[in-house]
């Protein structure tokens, strides 16, 4: 339903025929108050006035639209909501050699840490609308891979090409968050949120996690946590085609401390399916944090123009009504 900018021009309008009715009464007054000896014979003589209601009813017509316009009628365009983004997502995945462990599967394969991450992120970007999201990769040290965009099909093309051999060995948690940060308070004001993909203890940086944690609740950006891994020794790829066993657990109660000091979330991965539902959740309560705000849709330029045409229309009429 729409409403109204100006309201107050509302009040306006009876006056258009109010006018126009005052006017019609003292042109009749004027016209009876002439008095001529031969007013008979030289009202017998000329035609019958043709007194329309077209002239009048679009003159009041025009006035009114014009009197509407004055009060700037607007409403919501729904479709709008979903083309603005409700909240930005900062989504740092952990690249060093740990994710290439094999301790998950998809379809009775073998998959890994890293693979397993890319495909559940690319079914996310996927359905996932009013999302302004920037991708950062870490390891021996964290970097941004993708800024912000709102453009879901160039976001899961960045993802497809992320690749362990990017940035180390190590795992820089604390800078990865600190980065993370800089990233989304520059110069936006939607609602912010990390999504931290590791699988690692903090073991680079120069920057502890406690404190990047710290730094993310200042500036309003909620840190949802994601560990992968299990316990125990688990299958790892080495470089000449070997596969070894090897214990990579990941440190679930810093992940936990950092979620909890940031005002987020903490999740251990067991499967894809259970981090697509993670995913999923996280999404809408980001979401739901702040409603994007609709866009104004005003009509008062339509007004203006249906206004400004009743008036011409009734000024022809008037003057064919003269000419007869």
């Known amino acids: 339903m ?11 309008l009876p006056l258009p025929p109010l006018l126009w009715y005052l006017h019609h009464i003292r042109r009749t007054a004027r016209a009876e108050a002439l008095i001529h000896p031969l007013a008979p014979l030289i009202a017998g003589l000329r035609p019958a006035p043709v007194r329309g209601l077209v002239t009048p009813a679009l003159w009041v017509a025009g006035c009114l639209l014009l009197t509407i316009a004055l009060a700037r009628p607007q409403w919501d365009d729904p479709a709008s909501a979903a083309r603005v983004p409700a909240y930005d997502l900062v989504i740092a995945v952990d690249l ?27 079914r996310f970007l996927d359905r996932s609308e009013r999302l302004r999201a920037s991708l950062l990769v870490f390891a021996d040290s964290a970097f941004t891979y ?24 190590r795992t820089a948690l604390g800078d990865a968050i600190a980065l993370a940060v800089h990233r989304s308070a520059a110069g936006s004001d939607l609602p912010r949120a990390l999504i931290l993909l590791t699988d690692g203890t903090d073991t680079a940086g120069d920057i502890r996690p406690r404190a990047a ?28 085609g070997e596969t070894i066993y090897r214990e990579l657990p990941p440190d679930n109660a810093l992940l936990a401390q950092l979620a909890e000091t940031s005002g987020g979330t903490h ?6 399916a259970d981090m697509d539902e993670v995913l999923r959740r996280i999404h809408e309560v980001e979401s739901a944090r702040a409603e994007a705000p609709l866009t104004r849709v005003e009509s008062y330029p339509l007004l203006i123009m249906l206004g400004l045409g009743c008036l011409l229309l009734a000024e022809a009429s008037r003057r064919r009504e003269a000419a007869r």
Request: glycine share 8%.
């Open 2 to 12: 729409p409403d109204f900018a100006a309201p107050l021009w509302l009040a306006a």
């Open 96 to 122: 060093s050699g740990s994710m290439r462990a094999l301790d998950y599967s998809a379809d009775g394969r073998p998959l890994s840490r890293l693979e397993m991450v890319k495909t559940s992120l690319a």
């Open 146 to 169: 993708m800024p912000a965009t709102t453009d879901r099909a160039a976001a899961m093309a960045m993802v497809a090409e992320l690749d362990p051999s990017l940035a180390g060995e």
């Open 213 to 240: 944690a710290a730094l993310a609740r200042q500036h309003g950006m909620r840190i949802h946590a994601l560990g992968f891994g299990r316990e125990g020794a688990v299958p790892f790829p080495l470089g000449n």
């Open 267 to 272: 999740h251990h991965i067991a499967s894809p």
